[in-house]
C-alpha cells in the first residue's frame, strides 16, 4: 500500500514537473520571438539614426547653406541680380491657356467603357 501511494506521488511529481518544463519552454520560445521583433526594430531605428545624420551632415554644408538663402530668403551674391516673374506671364505674352478636361467620376469611366 505504502508503496503505491509513493508510486503515485512520484506521477503525480513529474506530471507536475513536465507541465512546468513545457510552460517554461514556451515562454522561452516567445521570449525568443520578442527579441528578433526588437532587433529588426533597432537595426531599422539605426539606419534611420544613419540616414538623418547624412542629412544632418548635408545641412551643414556650404553649399546648402547658400541654395537655401538663394532659393528661399532671395539672396544674392555681390553682382547678381534677382529676377522674379509674375505669377500671371503666361497671360502676360499672351499664349493661350492649356486646356484642362473636365473632371470625370471613375464610375462614369468605367461606364462608359463597358457600355
Known sequence: MKKRVFQAI???LGIAFIVKLTGDFLHLLKASQRIKIMEEKVSKLEEKKKELSAKYQYYQTPEFIE????????MAKPGET?????P????LLNRPK??????????????????
Open 67 to 74: 541654395e537655401e538663402a538663394r532659393n528661399k530668403l532671395n
Open 82 to 86: 534677382i529676377v522674379i516673374l509674375p
Open 10 to 12: 512520484i506521477i503525480i
Open 98 to 115: 492649356t486646356k484642362t478636361e473636365p473632371l470625370i467620376p471613375n464610375w462614369k469611366k468605367w461606364w462608359n467603357l463597358f457600355f
Open 88 to 91: 500671371n506671364l503666361e497671360e
